[in-house]
């Protein structure tokens, strides 16, 4: 991979380029400049570059793409192909896309389990890439390994393995790669847990279970774990039924958890937006948007030395973005907040223009401007963010609704809507 510097950089830019070449070295990323739905850093955001600002149905759009098929997904891109999967003719699809807008291949992987809420459907989960192969999740359990071309490595399902999905909604999370695994977590009423299946075969490698028993709908989480480094080891975070947890990558080891998050013991805080990292900081939106809580990951740390700081706000399904030091946080109604992830110091706020609609994507941060996009496909462009003073640069409509997240690639915007997946250049 060539890291390209474009403009003078600061020492937090520079080591955070070192970082990003040590794990793709280890994770296996170095093909795909946005492996994951959350981008190539896990934070949602872009590698160093000018992207576009201002858009709408009639300029800016370098092509437009038509979806025969319903789904929720962010896409993920490999050897210039966006992957994204969809439920379609009654079938999970997985879609690739080259950089014209044509498809170039799609691949069947099961019969669809259409979704039961209105803003999701089958094909929640969004696909991940280790640089080689595409790994592809679907709520009928079905879980698919292929390549670049579209071919099916292997194929199994995990709920046929496992046990049937319990959950009252859609799933929503997404695979998770490591060096020599692919990590799916289960967390639901009943039996919960995370396997790791090995990347070249679909074989078990391990399996931990994170059954943690709390009340009702409390048990279900729609959120994706993340990977991080402490004391040298890759760790995976995940965080859902009112507990954060740290599992060794390499054999599953429960390292710590931390529960508290649910202190009036409320039956119905399922979560749905997922952790990040900031440093050594795990950022955990919950309560249904209505706190925030920074973890400290280190291992040796007593449980009463964990947390770091709570506020009393958060988001409910958009997952936070961290960007040069500093947290970013969107909350579902439109309300972006800055803060400082070491001492959880507020450094700004922003209220986006007032809607009835709410934001079901996560925000994207992509040379120097922040990306909101609304469930009705409007994007908003925050410019300043690195200051005290940040600017609405333009509102951007585009038609149909959306709750995938925004992509950011080689000066691209890519927007996926349910109707068409656009690309803004």
């Not at 790994?135 to 359990?141: N, P």
């Not at 194929?155 to 929503?172: A, C, F, V």
């Not at 907040?337 to 223009?353: Q, R, V, Y």
Request: hydrophobic share 35%; charged share 20%; with cysteine.
């Amino acid at each position: 991979m060539n890291l390209r510097l474009t403009r003078p950089c600061t020492l937090t830019q520079v080591c955070t380029a070192i970082l990003l070449v040590l794990c793709c070295h280890t994770l296996g990323h170095c093909e795909s400049s946005w492996p994951t739905w959350r981008g190539p850093n896990g934070n949602g955001t872009a590698l160093d570059g000018r992207y576009p600002t201002a858009w709408n149905e009639k300029s800016g759009i370098r092509w437009k793409l038509p979806l025969e098929g319903r789904g929720a997904s962010t896409p993920i891109e490999l050897n210039g192909l966006l992957i994204l999967t969809l439920g379609a003719n009654e079938e999970n699809v997985v879609l690739a896309v080259d950089r014209d807008g044509k498809i170039a291949w799609q691949q069947k992987v099961g019969k669809e389990k259409p979704g039961k809420h209105a803003k999701a459907s089958g094909a929640n989960s969004s696909a991940v890439t280790d640089g080689t192969r595409i790994f592809a999740y679907f709520k009928s359990g079905d879980l698919a390994c292929l390549d670049d071309a579209g071919k099916v490595l292997w194929k199994t399902n995990i709920q046929s393995r496992y046990g049937e999905d319990s959950l009252w909604w859609d799933l929503g999370t997404s695979p998770i790669v490591t060096d020599q695994c692919v990590i799916i977590t289960v967390m639901q009423t009943g039996p919960s847990f995370l396997v790791a299946l090995d990347k070249q075969t679909g074989q078990e490698v391990w399996k931990a279970d994170r059954w943690l028993d709390v009340r009702e709908e409390a048990n279900q989480s729609y959120t994706t774990p993340t990977m991080m480094q402490i004391d040298g080891v890759w760790v995976i975070v995940t965080l859902g039924a009112d507990h954060v947890t740290a599992h060794g990558a390499e054999n599953g080891k429960l390292l710590w958890k931390l529960g508290g998050f649910n202190p009036d013991n409320d039956g119905y805080f399922r979560s749905i937006a997922s952790p990040v990292v900031a440093g050594d900081i795990v950022l955990c939106p919950y309560a249904r948007g209505s706190t925030l809580t920074a973890v400290r990951s280190q291992v040796s740390l007593p449980d009463s030395e964990r947390v770091a700081w709570r506020a009393d706000f958060g988001s409910d399904v958009p997952t936070p973005t961290v960007y040069e030091g500093r947290a970013y946080l969107l909350s579902d109604k439109g309300v972006v907040t800055c803060m400082d992830p070491k001492s959880g110091a507020i450094l700004w706020k922003e209220s986006l223009p007032k809607s009835n609609k709410a934001y079901s994507s996560s925000p994207l941060i992509a040379g120097d401007h922040m990306y909101c996009t609304r469930e009705d496909s409007v994007t908003f462009v925050l410019g300043g963010i690195r200051g005290d003073a940040p600017k609405l640069v333009s509102q951007n409509d585009l038609d149909g609704f959306s709750v995938a997240s925004p992509v950011a690639i080689d000066g691209r915007i890519y927007l996926r809507t349910y109707e068409a997946l656009y690309c803004i250049e």
